[in-house]
């Protein structure tokens, strides 16, 4: 799919990630993401937007792991998208998988259609919630909040929306000063809280980009490829020295 302008995408080195959680707990802090607690979790009523996948090989007593982020894909030919029957889920002139919180009625559609499970059910009423005062129900509570991002009602699904608050943010500063966007001038929450740099950010639609030169390096690989789901987000497959570990 071809866009005018911007095409946002994200790139990550699987190179790089040691599987901190910093990205995700970023994440949580931008986006005003509730902290559900053990028993939600066990109830497997996870929220975080982005999530540290693990994987094992070699021998139980010898193991190998792999660590991946993943997060909402912003797919070009999302699977999402067509089957919400209020259309509160679309897609942006600049590649984005939008959420329209205020018209989602929780049918959980786009969650059951979404093959890489990056959706989540807003279950409770997190905040102006008395069960709920370690978070956001008390005025000190509320100071936590991000005001530049929407805060979800109970019912909702929401996900990962390449901080869109953000890229709006350096659009209109660019804007106002009569220039244009830099390359890497926008930075996720995720992008921004890597200690390993493994998360980069950008407009495909620039050749000169980082991100599109990650996304043109042989080692670059899309998620579930087969599907068909064109992806905007890419990673670089982790590349082990079994030489060199065996010396």
Not at 106 to 112: D, L, P, V
Not at 136 to 155: C, F, I
Request: proline letters at 4%; a positive charge; hydrophobic letters at 30%.
């Amino acid at each position: 799919m071809k866009y005018d302008g911007f095409h946002w995408g994200l790139a990550i080195d699987l190179n790089l990630c040691v599987g901190c959680n910093s990205c995700v707990i970023a994440c949580q802090a931008e986006n005003n993401i509730p902290v559900v607690g053990k028993e939600e979790v066990r109830r497997r009523r996870i929220m975080h937007w982005i999530k540290i996948d693990r994987y094992y090989s070699d021998t139980p007593d010898d193991p190998k792991v792999y660590f991946q982020p993943i997060t909402c894909q912003h797919c070009d030919n999302a699977p999402c998208e067509n089957v919400c029957p209020v259309s509160a889920t679309n897609h942006s002139s600049e590649g984005l998988n939008q959420m329209t919180y205020n018209r989602c009625i929780g049918t959980k559609y786009c969650i059951n259609n979404c093959p890489y499970k990056v959706r989540r059910f807003n279950w409770f009423r997190y905040t102006n919630n008395k069960a709920f005062d370690f978070n956001t129900a008390s005025d000190l509570g509320k100071m936590v909040l991000n005001p530049d991002v929407t805060v979800r009602e109970r019912g909702v699904v929401e996900k990962c929306s390449f901080c869109v608050q953000r890229i709006q943010e350096k659009k209109l500063q660019a804007k106002l000063e009569n220039r244009t966007l830099r390359d890497n001038e926008i930075k996720t929450a995720c992008m921004q809280a890597c200690p390993a740099g493994a998360i980069i950010f950008g407009n495909l639609n620039d050749r000169n980009s980082k991100v599109s030169g990650i996304f043109e390096n042989p080692r670059r690989y899309h998620l579930l490829e087969e599907l068909h789901t064109l992806p905007s987000v890419g990673y670089l497959t982790k590349v082990w020295n079994d030489e060199e570990s065996k010396s």
